[in-house]
């Protein structure tokens, strides 16, 4: 219906040399959160962010560097087991049916400012079981949806950094029970070297 560009199962995009070449800014994230708010969940019953949440604890770059696209980069040297990024239920926006997903969708086509937008969108969310067993899709709106993974026999060398949940320590500074991705946090495995690309096992 979008008439998106492909991209594979491993992130290697099309042969259009334009295809998600664009860098995503603030007011990129600012504007999925508008269409969000506007069409899903507009009396913010989910208690979702109205703006862009900052939730990188480490100096992150995204570039565009083909055949895969965009991805994000450490600006400085990080050593091993370094939280860099922490979800929470603010910068997670959660829906409840795949109506409510294509009423977000039509919202950002039907605007010619956001347009563009829509086939990021296709791409970056995920469906996730809650303990209950309800099935949710949830989509976060800042720079973690580019980072991408590595397929192949030298996978494992190459990706260094991993999804770790913190949500069974409700102790924990970081704990919300209500989060959609169950409170994920991204940890390195390996020291990372500044200008080096985040690369996540999914």
Not at 87 to 103: K, L, M, P, V, Y
Not at 142 to 157: C, F, R
Not at 192 to 200: C, K, L, N, S
Request: hydrophobic share 30%; glycine share 4%.
């Amino acid at each position: 219906m979008l008439g998106c560009p492909d991209v594979s199962d491993d992130g290697i995009i099309s042969d259009d040399p334009n295809a998600y070449n664009y860098i995503p800014t603030v007011e990129t994230w600012n504007a999925l959160y508008r269409a969000y708010h506007a069409t899903v969940d507009p009396n913010n019953e989910f208690l979702t962010a109205t703006e862009y949440q900052n939730s990188w604890k480490v100096p992150i770059e995204v570039k565009y560097r083909r055949p895969e696209g965009r991805g994000v980069y450490a600006k400085e040297f990080i050593p091993k087991g370094t939280l860099v990024w922490s979800s929470t239920s603010r910068n997670t926006a959660t829906f409840e049916s795949s109506h409510d997903r294509r009423e977000f969708i039509k919202y950002l086509i039907e605007d010619p400012k956001t347009r563009y937008l829509a086939c990021d969108a296709q791409m970056w969310f995920d469906v996730v079981r809650s303990p209950d067993k309800t099935f949710y899709i949830c989509q976060t709106f800042d720079e973690a949806v580019l980072l991408n993974t590595v397929a192949g026999e030298k996978s494992n060398d190459q990706i260094n950094i991993e999804p770790q949940s913190m949500s069974l320590s409700a102790d924990n500074p970081d704990y919300d029970e209500n989060d959609c991705y169950g409170n994920d946090h991204y940890f390195t495995l390996r020291d990372i070297q500044a200008g080096e690309q985040f690369r996540i096992k999914y």
